[in-house]
């Protein structure tokens, strides 16, 4: 059995880009699903300046890839989406396991819940 695992830590402050190589934004955290023991949310941090005037975005783990040759994720979703969409900010963040947002968040970007 070939069993690949990622330590979370290495993988927070890196970029996250697109298919095409393009910069999309930071990853802040990694939010777990205690009750399922699951990844629940990557959190996106988009645009700004030096982490000044970014939004956050809670982004499904279905939603990024991860690149073992490159060492990075991959995102699945086209800057457009992010630019349209509601995020939030560092100092004010939702109630991530609150289960209307969850399910807004997981059909926003079209992923499939993994709690069904």
């Known amino acids: ?28 955290d990694i939010m777990l699903d205690l009750d399922h023991g699951k ?22 783990w279905e939603s990024l890839q991860v690149d073992t040759a490159n060492k990075r994720l ?15 900010d560092k100092s004010n963040w939702p109630n991530l396991a609150d289960p209307s ?3 807004r968040t997981y059909s926003q970007y079209g992923a499939k819940p993994y709690w069904n």
């Open 1 to 28: 059995m070939n069993t690949s695992v990622l330590s979370a830590s290495t993988r927070s402050g890196n970029w996250i880009v697109n298919a095409s190589g393009e910069d999309v934004g930071k990853l802040e």
């Open 39 to 60: 990844v629940a949310y990557a959190v996106l941090s988009v645009g700004g300046f030096m982490g000044m005037g970014d939004k956050l975005f809670a982004l499904p």
């Open 74 to 88: 991959i995102c699945n979703v086209p800057k457009e989406k992010f630019e349209a969409s509601d995020g939030f």
């Open 101 to 103: 947002f969850r399910d």
